[in-house]
């Protein structure tokens, strides 16, 4: 999951939701601290919204309890807009803290900017896949594919050098090695196990591209 918002007023949620989902976020969002440690220890998230007075524990301790175990990046919308409740924010560990009520074209350019800064460079991102070079894994529809250690490299070699026609011999000499006792039709068979993988028609593949008497090239769909 992309975002995972915690707000305890349901309309306020429901739209930033809205908002969020029209930009391709993928999106959840609940009402309580408990909630929200509940859903992130079990799916995660690439950041947090977090409102700080919610119903029971805060919103502060949510924030603590994330930052014992990860550096996801947190953003605090909330109605306390006193400076001991910033730097409180901001001391645990948050990204940034927003007062309410917000600007809605300030939010979205504060979360693109969140996710610019912390993935860019870590990430690939076309349409519906996802690939993370960090923890070398691959989602499809924000799901994780398993892939083997060669498919994730053959995956990242043609992202990164996507609309580029790449040879069968550069391809294999870049993920197996020149030395390598394989032969090129190893290459043939990892493509294909790709297609099955990350393209909705594997027969009729429309991101791998096969380009005849030379080799294959990536494109976005």
Known sequence: MDILIVEDNKEL???LCDFLRAENYTVSA????EEALLLYERYGARLVVLDIMLPGKDGFYVLEKIRTESNTPVLIVSAKTEKEDKLNGLNLGADDYIEK???IDIMLA????????????????????RINKVSRTVY???KELEMTAKEFELLLLLMENKGRVLSKEYIFGQVWGSDSFSEQQT???HIKWLRQKIEDIPKNPKKIVTVWGVGYKYESV
């Open 13 to 15: 949620a429901e739209l």
């Open 30 to 33: 609940v009402q309580t601290a």
């Open 101 to 103: 009520p917000y600007d």
């Open 110 to 129: 504060k979360i693109s900017g969140i996710f610019k800064r912390r993935y860019a460079l870590d990430e690939i991102v076309d349409g519906n896949i």
């Open 140 to 142: 499809k529809n924000e």
């Open 187 to 189: 290459l043939t068979v």
